[in-house]
């Protein structure tokens, strides 16, 4: 008998629709035979391992939900290697599925589900909303009592949580060929645990450039960041607005040369001139009248609004609200390069989880239906219902133009880390983007300073 106890304490950057600073703690208490259960928590970016999630009853909320969907779904045969090839092989069986979508989201799982109960006639899936608050962590309890719902639909961040819980299934035996043709392989990556697949990639976020090509110069948009810079001093119509966070300035470190991490975990901002470079960059932009790189977001979203500068720097979340008020003015594209690289946004995902508790058989059943939700025909659904970002890298988004560029940047985006570690690098990386803003000291002494206090903080 393992028993769990322990108090885990998360923080979020952004939220999906709105941008806040949330931390999140949790009490989880866990008993089970031959496993360990640890708890996750749903709140966007960051995560560090132990476990842990938002308190949830120990049965699931009410609310559940049966719909079916259509298109062909790929069916694997119970052996290994099977791989993602769709087929109209009849499937029969239930399925019950556990989410924390609402609104658009809901909608849009709705219209899927009922998408696959025309495809697959024979197969019943329920839906059960669980707050999101409670989701991974009712979920986790579910599965330690050998019960549960077959998929859960959840935020990648928890994925530690969930592997140490002994929560979710390996999909490895069950999936061959390379999933990186089928999604986009930062999605992929973002389903993995030391190199282990767990989950298929549903939808995703993250940052890129919006425009305001009302704004935008004869010359064009800039495609890097000197560029970018520059324009910005010629005219203060030509600046930039980004939100002062870690998640929102990432993309520069790469594109600049810099890495966060070393695979052992170790913080590595001052192994190069990188880092310091490219807080040299933010804090010239922040100096440029008429650009702002800062911590009020609502301040950032109401002058890009109002027309004071032509680029925006965030993710699809702000995008119903700038459309309603810019109309055919907004685009976005991706964001610019670096001296280095390419500008490498954060990127995280929903995905779908199977329950290692149900049988073999449950198990196949379960992934045609995870492989049909996240298949391309569906991804047009997400997109155009949902508003949502799909994972299906040959998904038609042309009915979708502005999460067309969106998924142009997912082309560079990286998987943001959920290692343990970066529970001190959300505090102590997002300190540094604001002292590199105020000029406490020079850029290079910030970055070996921050370098120092994350890796001792964690024992580095």
Not at 273 to 285: E, H, K, Q, S
Not at 304 to 310: C, M, P, R, V, W
Not at 393 to 418: C, E, I, K, W, Y
Request: contains cysteine; hydrophobic residues 45%; proline residues 8%.
């Amino acid at each position: 008998m393992y028993e769990l106890s322990h108090l885990f304490t998360k923080r979020m950057p952004i939220p999906r629709m709105h941008i806040t600073l949330l931390w999140v703690a949790i009490v989880l208490l866990l008993a089970a035979c031959s496993r360990s259960q640890p708890t996750p928590t749903p709140v966007p970016p960051p995560t560090p391992a132990s476990t842990t999630t938002g308190a949830a009853p120990a049965t699931a909320p009410s609310g559940a939900a049966t719909e079916s969907t259509s298109q062909e779904v790929a069916t694997l045969a119970p052996t290994p290697a099977a791989t993602i090839a769709a087929t109209a092989t009849p499937l029969a069986g239930r399925v019950v599925l556990w989410h924390s979508w609402a609104q658009a989201e809901g909608d849009a799982l709705a219209a899927v589900l009922s998408q696959l109960q025309e495809a697959q006639p024979g197969v019943q899936v329920e839906t059960l909303f669980v707050a999101p608050s409670d989701l991974v962590t009712s979920y986790a309890e579910a599965v330690a009592s050998g019960s549960g719902p077959d998929l859960i639909l959840a935020p990648n961040w928890w994925l530690n949580d969930l592997v140490e819980a002994n929560a979710v299934l390996n999909l490895e035996p069950l999936l061959g060929g390379s999933l990186e043709t089928t999604y986009w392989p930062a999605t992929v990556e973002s389903m993995r645990h030391h190199g282990v697949l767990y989950g298929l990639p549903l939808t995703y976020n993250l940052v890129a450039l919006y425009v305001n090509n009302a704004l935008v110069p004869p010359e064009g948009i800039p495609t890097d960041t000197a560029a970018l810079l520059a324009a910005a001093g010629i005219t203060t119509t030509s600046g930039v607005g980004l939100y002062a966070t870690l998640f929102h300035t990432y993309w520069g470190l790469p594109a600049y040369g810099a890495q966060l991490l070393n695979e052992q975990g170790l913080v590595t901002l001052d192994q190069s001139a990188g880092a310091a470079d490219y807080l040299t960059w933010l804090n010239a932009l922040n100096s440029t009248p008429g650009s702002y790189v800062n911590s009020d977001y609502g301040m950032l979203l109401d002058r890009f609004k109002k027309g004071e500068f032509a680029y925006l720097i965030d993710g699809p979340w702000a995008l119903a609200e700038l459309r309603t008020v810019l109309g055919d003015d907004l685009s976005v594209t991706p964001l610019p390069a670096g001296p280095s690289a390419p500008a490498q946004p954060w990127l995280y995902s929903d995905g779908l989880f199977v329950n290692p508790t149900i049988t073999p058989e449950q198990q196949i059943l379960a992934m045609n239906v995870a492989l049909f939700l996240t298949g391309d025909q569906a991804a047009t659904t997400w997109a155009t219902t949902g508003e949502l970002l799909p994972a299906a890298r040959n998904a038609d988004l042309s009915a979708a133009p502005l999460l067309q560029g969106f998924a142009a940047q997912a082309a560079t985006a990286v998987p943001m880390p959920t290692t343990p570690e970066m529970e001190e690098v959300w505090t102590y990386g997002g300190d540094m983007i604001i002292k590199a803003l105020t000029g406490v000291a020079e850029a290079s002494v910030i970055v070996s300073e921050t370098t120092t206090l994350i890796n001792e903080a964690n024992g580095k």
